[in-house]
């Protein structure tokens, strides 16, 4: 997992305590799910830090690469890390009325969109699983080893009680 942050200074330093709040509620959740999670050591705020913590999460040898969005991000960090990892990407967002990061995930959706590389977007609020995904192998949940054959993110990572997913397929 990537989190991807503003490239301005000022506004990262303001921003950054809460991408890794939610970076870490994903995460757990993610973990609880039976998923092996590895999180980049940075939040990407620069291109440098694109390139060189998409490699090194690449270099972990991922199934798949989870970019992050809890703020608002600049969408050519997104073009970056896809350029230095070769797994699949999936591209989540949490709901925030203060942080736009939902309009981050879509301006980095777009621009993947213009390049051909594809991503699934996932979009809602961190929740436990539920009790009976808690023990599903990653075979189950339709994620393999050197590709994503369906990946269903809502049994780590689903909407609230009483929220809905609208929109495409993740």
Do not use: C
């Not at 808690?134 to 189950?140: E, F, G, P, T, V």
């Amino acid at each position: 997992m990537i989190s991807i942050s503003d490239g301005r200074d000022y506004v990262h330093q303001g921003i950054a305590e809460h991408i890794k709040v939610n970076e870490d509620r994903l995460v757990r959740s993610l973990s609880v799910a039976g998923h092996d999670v590895v999180a980049g050591s940075r939040q990407v705020s620069d291109n440098g830090l694109a390139v060189s913590v998409s490699r090194e999460v690449a270099a972990a040898g991922v199934d798949l690469t989870i970019l992050h969005y809890a703020v608002w991000a600049f969408p050519h960090f997104t073009m970056l890390a896809a350029a230095a990892t070769p797994s699949p990407l999936v591209l989540v967002s949490t709901i925030d009325p203060v942080q736009p990061g939902l309009v981050g995930m879509l301006a980095a959706g777009g621009a993947l969109d213009q390049i051909g590389r594809g991503a699934r977007p996932a979009v809602g609020r961190h929740r436990r699983p539920r009790p009976d995904q808690r023990d599903r192998s990653a075979r189950d949940r339709g994620v393999s080893r050197g590709g994503v054959a369906r990946l269903d993110l809502r049994q780590g990572w689903w909407p609230a009680d009483g929220d809905e997913h609208r929109g495409g397929q993740y």
